[in-house]
C-alpha cells in the first residue's frame, strides 16, 4: 500500500488490476502436479553378472525366441549374441546410419508376429550433419543377415546436428506400434528460423511427438488427428522434449515412457491417445545452457502432467515392465535405466500413479533395460567397451 502512495493511484490501479484479473485457466498449474525427487534409497536383494563384453555404445536389444540375442551399437552395426557368445561379424543388411553424438543406429524389437514373418524393426538417425532425421526400417532376418530391408517412416521436418532422436519402438496389443521422435535437439538449433524445441507444441511437425504406425509404416485411420488440416496424421501424443524409454504394461495396456528433461525436470508420463505432454510450454527443469527457467510453468492445466519428475536428472534411457519370476516383489514395476544416473530406478505403481522408488546403483551409464525371457532383467551399459549385464537375486 504504501508503494502505491508512492507511486501514484495510476499505477496502484493498475497493478490492482493485475492482481484482480485470474490467469486464464489454461494457464493455472494441472491439479495433479507431483513433486521432483532426486535420490532414491538403495535396493536390496541383487548383484549384478556381465554376460557380454566387448559392445561399442550399445543402444538397443531384443531377445530371439531361440534365446539368442539382437544388439544395436550405435555406430550402425547390429550385433547378434549367439549362445552367449558375442559373434565378431555383425548383422548384414543395416542401412547407412548417421553415426554422430547421440545419432546412429538406436532400438531394435520383434514384429510380434516374428516366429511367423522373420521382421526385425529398428530406428536410426539418417542423413548427414546438416539434414537429418529419426527413421524407422525393418527386415528379414535370414541367418546373421537382413533381407528385404525397407525404410517405413521417416521424421519430417529434417533437422541438423546430432541431438534427441528420442527412438524407442513400444508394440500395442492391436498391432500397431508406438515410435518416440525427439525434439531435435537443444537451442540455439532452429529448423526453419523457430528454436528446434517450439516443434513441441506443432502438430504439423513429427519432433517432440509420438507415432502411431501400422507394421507397415502406413498410417493407421484411427490415429488420434487424423483427417485434421495441417497435421502430421502418424502423431498419437505430443509436447514430448525427447523419450529415450517406452514400454507397454502387458496386464491394462497402459504405455509409460520416460523423458529427457532440459537441465534438470526428467519426467516419467503415462501416455494416451491425443495428449499435450506440455514441452516446451511446461517442464521442471531449466534452460540447457543458461541454467534458467524459460517458462513459469512446471504444469497447466490443459497439458497432461508427469507422473514422476526427477531433479537433479538421471537422464533416464531404457523402460522396462517386470513381470518376471526371479524378482516376485518387483513384479509389476518399472524398472527406468539412467545415464547421468549410472543405475536402474526402480518405479513402484499403484494404479496409475507412482507410490515408490529405489535405485539399483550400477556405477556405469545405463543405456537399456529389458526382462529378458528367463525372467531376470538385463542390461546394456553405454560405454565404448560397453556391456551386457543381467540383474539377478
Ligand atoms: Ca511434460
Known sequence: MQACLRHGI????????????????????????VEPTGEAPSAEGWRQQSMVKGLEHPWGMAFLPNGDILITERAGRLRLVKNGELLDESIEGIPDVFASNQGGLLDVVLHPRFPENNWVYFTYASG???????????GRLDGTALKDVEVLFAAKPDKSGGQHFGSRIVWLEDGTMLVSIGDGGN????????????????????LAS????????????????????????????????????????????????????PLGGDELNLIRAGEN????????????????????????????????????????????????EP?????????????????????VLEGENV??????????????????????????????????????P
Open 187 to 206: 537451442p540455439p538449433l532452429e529448423i526453419d528460423g523457430t528454436l528446434a524445441r517450439d516443434h513441441g507444441q506443432r502438430l504439423d511437425s513429427h
Open 277 to 324: 505432454y506440455g514441452w516446451p510450454e511446461t517442464t521442471y527443469g531449466a534452460d540447457y545452457r543458461t541454467g534458467e527457467r524459460f517458462t513459469p510453468h512446471r504444469t497447466r492445466q490443459d497439458m497432461t502432467p508427469p507422473k514422476a519428475a526427477w531433479t537433479p536428472a538421471v537422464a533416464p534411457s531404457g523402460l522396462e515392465f517386470y513381470t518376471g
Open 327 to 347: 524378482f516376485p516383489e518387483w513384479r509389476n514395476n518399472l524398472f527406468s535405466g539412467g545415464l547421468r544416473g549410472q543405475e536402474v530406478r526402480r518405479i
Open 128 to 138: 548427414d550433419r546438416h539434414a537429418n532425421r529419426t527413421t524407422v526400417g525393418r
Open 210 to 261: 509420438i507415432v502411431r504406425l501400422k507394421d507397415d509404416g502406413s498410417v493407421p485411420e484411427d490415429n488420434p488427428f487424423v483427417g485434421e488440416e495441417g497435421v502430421q496424421p502418424e502423431i498419437y501424443s505430443y509436447g514430448h522434449r525427447n523419450i529415450q524409454g517406452m514400454v507397454l504394461d502387458p496386464q491394462t495396456g497402459n504405455v509409460w515412457a520416460n523423458e529427457h528433461g
Open 10 to 33: 495510476a499505477l496502484c490501479c493498475f497493478g490492482f488490476l493485475i492482481g484482480l484479473s485470474a490467469p486464464a485457466a489454461s494457464q493455472q498449474a494441472h491439479p495433479d502436479q
Open 355 to 392: 507410490t515408490g522408488q529405489e535405485t539399483l546403483s550400477i556405477g556405469r551409464r545405463v543405456r537399456d533395460v529389458k526382462q529378458g525371457p528367463d525372467g531376470f532383467l538385463y542390461i546394456l551399459t553405454d560405454e565404448t567397451a560397453g556391456e551386457l549385464i543381467r540383474i539377478e
